[in-house]
């Protein structure tokens, strides 16, 4: 069993920053990879990005080169760096463990999850 918190969530400016963090509990934390995903009202939870139990990152199209996926083992932590933020990253941010794999984008392939954390990016 693997029990995750998110934080970090909240209001921002267009072209602002959030940071946000998952905190885990339960399974050895780098023994499984780690994933964010987000859903905005009305639409399908995407994928965002994952990591690798060893660091290895993979992110979708729609955010590289703006947000950062890290984690540090010690402190069972992953954690999302958001920059550059524009109107349509207003989502609910979710963190999910991939205890089988890793560089999985499909929401059905994780295996434990958060409850979420609001982001809203104002224009």
């Known amino acids: 069993q693997v029990q995750l918190v998110e934080s970090g969530g909240g209001l921002v400016q267009a072209g602002g920053s959030l940071r946000l963090s998952c905190a885990a509990s339960?399974?050895?934390?780098?023994?499984?990879?780690m994933g964010w995903f987000r859903q905005a009202p009305g639409k399908e939870r995407e994928f965002v990005a994952t990591?690798?139990?060893?660091?290895?990152?993979y992110y979708a199209d729609s955010v590289k080169a703006r947000f950062t996926i890290s984690r540090d083992n010690a402190k069972n932590t992953v954690y999302l760096q958001m920059n550059s933020l524009n109107p349509e990253d207003t989502a609910v941010y979710y963190c999910?463990?991939?205890?089988?794999?890793?560089?999985?984008?499909?929401?059905?392939?994780?295996?434990?999850w958060g409850q979420g954390t609001q982001v809203t990016v104002s224009s």
């Open positions: 339960g399974r050895t934390f780098s023994s499984y990879a």
């Open positions: 999910a463990a991939d205890i089988g794999g890793w560089g999985r984008r499909r929401y059905t392939e994780y295996d434990y």
């Open positions: 990591i690798s139990w060893s660091g290895n990152t």
